[in-house]
């Protein structure tokens, strides 16, 4: 195992949420089995009281969690300075068999996390608080790819061996690479970039006719297509470099980190989004989100399409 | 207006003990009614009065005040309840003792935000009606018991509330003080007010503006 502080803060944290998650779900399961507000019983009092005490530990552990997803991936890029042929975190990830599904997996359970911690405000918006058993619900599905999540990422920590040589990100992501990954690059780039702009027409469609289901769904295949697209062409204009297409290594300082601005704006963008297609909402709340999904969707279009507009105007070429 | 339904309220100290406060009581008091919940100390008058002011929650029944179930309230809209519904006059007052007169009046309205002449408004008829207008900018502790006390009511109407609760208001009163409360709370039924009183002082029984008095004994309305 690999033991950097970064890891061990990990690691501790980890144990933490762990015991407190365990906890939270076996009230989540009485809560979401027994739940009836209408009743005046002793039972119910007793679930009420052990409802928000519940709530407030998953709150807690969704509110550290979602933003060290962030400090996962520093974390990555910190050990590749450590095994020999790592550039960046996407040679950490490649490291040992876990490594790729466990960053999928915590994409999904990101967004997860934080669905359940916009339903909670929600509910405690109302006094009847009608999603209660819907987000006890939730935590009782996501508790099982958050303790995955956690076992995995010891797994792969352990796994990690600093003597071994591990491939680059410039072998990884590359048209020539073996790997599922290489698949993407056989889309031809005019019809990624018609695909990339196309679906973001229709989100800024969706948003002025205010349909919040298709507006939801529009974002759904917008992470997907923005992080293709972010692969195959943006990133090599962060680059300057038509090789490389790495998605880890703006994130370091030599890209003055900007691979933070362009993920947060993304996934906020969309995320919000998810929040107006399937949280029944008041309007205020509702019109509040669409906004913000539609700014950040926007600062993201605007961010990343600055990259090779800039390159061009510079160089009067494309890459 | 408040309606307390098969309320039953036990503290659990520890597995070993546990003390029934409220045992499967009812009891309906109507709006503009004063009530005074009489009965020994421990017999439940303070508890029956956090429940209606949802300071606490039952153990099991239903506590409702205008057709509201506030025993089922989550934490946050509890404390608007009582922000918007009910004025607390405690045994000890529950004063800031460092701050003046004029802030401890303002406190409930605080969360509020109010505008500058609105509460400017509230606080000069407040004080005036509770003639403690000439003490504004005294501090709290250096007050009398009496002064405390009128404090203490002022700031308990100046949201004007449905409700006023008074939880042995007299305790630390001396007589000549304690007749002086009475009267005001004979102007605060006039106002018409729904008001309920706990305490086990014989000066508030068989007041003529009474409307009911209601015996308290082990948990138990008699």
Redesign the interface.
Known sequence: MILMPEVLTILILNAIFALFAIIAFVLSIKIFLKWD?SS???SQ?KL??QS?LTATIIKYIFVIKVPLFLFFIFTLDKISTVLTGAMCAAGVVDATQYGTYLLILKIINIYMFAFWLVLHSVD?KY???PFTKTKFGLFILAFFPFIIELIIEVVMFSAIDVSKMVSCCGTLYSSSSTSYISNIFSIETPLLLSMFYGNFFLIVLFYFFKNRYLYAVANIFFVIISLISLIVFFGTYIYELPTHHCPFCFLQKDYFYVGYIIYIFLFIGTFRALIVGFVELYPKDKDKNYKISMLFNFLYVILVSAYPAIYYIKNGVWL | MINLKNVTKSYEINKNNKVTALDNINLNIKEGELVVLKGASGSGKSTILSLIAALSKPTSGEVMVDEKQISKLPDNFASIYRRDNIGFIFQKYNLIPTLSVKENILLPLVPLNPDEEDVKEKLDAVMQRFNISHKEDAIVRNLSGGEQQRVAIARANVNNPKIIIADEPTANLDEKLSIHFVEILRELKASNKTIVVATHDPIFFDLDFVDREIKVHNGKIL
Do not use: A, C, G, R
Request: aromatic share 16%; hydrophobic share 25%; proline share 0%.
């Open positions: 507000l005046t019983s002793k009092y009420e009281k928000f405690m006094e009847n608080q």
